[in-house]
C-alpha cells in the first residue's frame, strides 16, 4: 500500500477516534468538530510520524524521477541524445550519402 494513502487513512481514522470519544460529550456539533480536527492533527504529528516521513521519501523520489526525465527530454529534443545520434529513427529511412 501506498505511503501517502497509508498516512491518509491514519489521519481519517484518528479524526474518527476522536471524533467518537467527543460524542458523548455536551457540545454544538460544529465545536465536536472543530475540536477533533485539531486534536487529531496533533495526534498525527506524533503518532503518525514514520508514515509521514515514509510518504515524505516516496514523494521526493518522485519528484527526483521527473526531473530526470524532464532533463532526459529536454536534450533529447535538444538534440544532444546520447543514444542513436548515428543511427536512423526505428522506422524511418536510413539517410543517404
Known amino acids: 500500500m501506498s505511503a501517502a494513502v ?5 489521519r481519517i481514522g484518528l ?3 476522536v471524533l467518537a470519544t467527543l460524542w458523548f460529550v455536551e457540545l454544538n456539533l460544529f ?16 503518532l503518525l510520524r514514520p ?13 527526483e524521477r521527473r526531473r530526470a526525465e524532464k532533463e532526459r527530454l529536454r536534450s533529447a529534443l535538444a538534440g544532444e541524445d546520447d543514444a542513436g545520434t548515428d543511427s536512423p529513427e526505428p522506422g ?5 550519402s
Do not use: H, N, Q
Request: charged share 20%; hydrophobic share 60%; no cysteine.
Open 31 to 46: 465545536i465536536k468538530l472543530m475540536v477533533a480536527l485539531i486534536f487529531s492533527a496533533a495526534l498525527s504529528f506524533f
Open 6 to 10: 497509508k498516512y491518509t487513512l491514519g
Open 51 to 63: 508514515w509521514r516521513e515514509e510518504m515524505a521519501e516516496e514523494m521526493a523520489a518522485a519528484a
Open 92 to 96: 524511418g529511412d536510413a539517410p543517404k
Open 15 to 17: 479524526f474518527v477516534v
